[in-house]
């Protein structure tokens, strides 16, 4: 059987959400299935040396997080608002350790992600919010009040830290970033190589 495709993101990267649904598609149409590994994004990036945010100069945050999201965007047909939601600062700890608890409760998180993502970008919604976040779930059928207590357990915990680890130990440059058979692809401008490698891998 295919191994899974990695797939290393945190709930709130705008370049996961533009992605998702192609990464979704062209993973299911391969006959493989996706290996979520929500980790913590900031730490990944300070950790392996990568250029903090804060350092980055206004022309540089205006075109990758600005302009050539707003193009990827429409090329991927995906909702996006053209002002960054306040609550994106706040980051997205909670909603990624739901998705890691959805996994240990045998729940398939590939729509859920999606729904947290969209939510937060179109919505404003705060994904540090247990209540917020339980809004979402109830609406998608979810047990919100058992997935919120399993998220702060010990073993969640202690999975998206080993999530962030692995994470700086690969050099994950940022979210999201995909592995097919050990086979890095980072950045969701990067999918169509990702679609080719299920089908043919790359010479090494």
């Not at 909603?95 to 729940?107: K, Q």
């Not at 401008?189 to 891998?201: G, T």
Request: include cysteine.
């Amino acid at each position: 059987m295919a191994t899974p495709v990695q797939y290393y993101y945190s709930a709130y990267s705008a370049y996961a959400y533009i992605g998702h649904q192609y990464f979704e598609k062209i993973v299911k149409g391969s006959g493989r299935r996706i290996d979520h590994r929500p980790f913590n994004l900031i730490e990944c990036i300070n950790s392996i040396g990568s250029q903090p945010i804060s350092d980055r100069t206004e022309a540089s945050l205006e075109y990758h997080f600005q302009r050539q999201r707003d193009r990827w965007a429409e090329f991927r047909n995906v909702e996006m608002p053209r002002q960054t939601p306040p609550s994106h600062s706040n980051a997205a700890d909670l909603a990624d350790r739901i998705l890691i608890a959805g996994i240990f409760s045998d729940i398939n998180i590939d729509h859920l992600a999606f729904k947290l993502m969209l939510s937060h970008w179109t919505k404003n919604t705060d994904l540090t919010d247990g209540n917020q976040i339980k809004e979402i779930l109830i609406s998608e059928n979810f047990d919100a009040d058992e997935l919120l207590k399993i998220a702060n357990t010990k073993k969640v915990i202690d999975t998206y830290e080993q999530n962030t680890e692995q994470a700086i130990a690969l050099s994950v440059f940022g979210s999201p970033t995909y592995f097919v058979d050990d086979d890095m692809f980072y950045g969701q401008d990067n999918l169509e190589l990702v679609e080719r490698a299920l089908q043919k891998p790359f010479k090494k």
